[in-house]
């Protein structure tokens, strides 16, 4: 079993910057592509961003230019950078893992995750 531990969301103003973070532990972890997704109420969950066990990074065309996964490998860490953030970014943010291994992540199989953590953007 996988275990998550996301941190970082927080209340901030339109423009602003945010880094979420995602420690990663459990077995087998060389078997999952990591990433992450948001809720917002009402709407249906979103893939942003993910990494493949190689290393690639995909990110989501809604996002992309905006949001980037990195890894802190010592530490099985995930982050995600969110800069320019608007009020449609309000919503609650998962670390999850996709059963994938080599070089590809998809954004939508997502099979465990976190309990997230809420970003609100607002003025």
């Known amino acids: 079993q996988l275990q998550f531990v996301e941190s970082g969301g927080a209340l901030v103003q339109p423009g602003e910057s945010l880094r979420l973070s995602c420690v990663v532990s459990?077995?087998?972890?060389?078997?999952?592509?990591f990433g992450w997704f948001r809720q917002a109420p009402g709407k249906e969950r979103e893939g942003l961003s993910c990494?493949?066990?190689?290393?690639?990074?995909k990110v989501a065309d809604s996002v992309k230019g905006r949001f980037s996964i990195s890894k802190d490998h010592a530490k099985n860490m995930y982050y995600l950078q969110m800069d320019n953030l608007k009020p449609e970014d309000t919503a609650v943010y998962y670390c999850?893992?996709?059963?994938?291994?080599?070089?590809?992540?998809?954004?939508?199989?997502?099979?465990?995750w976190g309990q997230g953590t809420q970003v609100t953007v607002s003025s």
């Open positions: 999850g893992a996709e059963l994938y291994t080599g070089s590809y992540c998809g954004l939508t199989d997502f099979n465990s």
């Open positions: 990494m493949s066990v190689d290393g690639r990074t």
């Open positions: 459990g077995l087998g972890l060389d078997y999952y592509a």
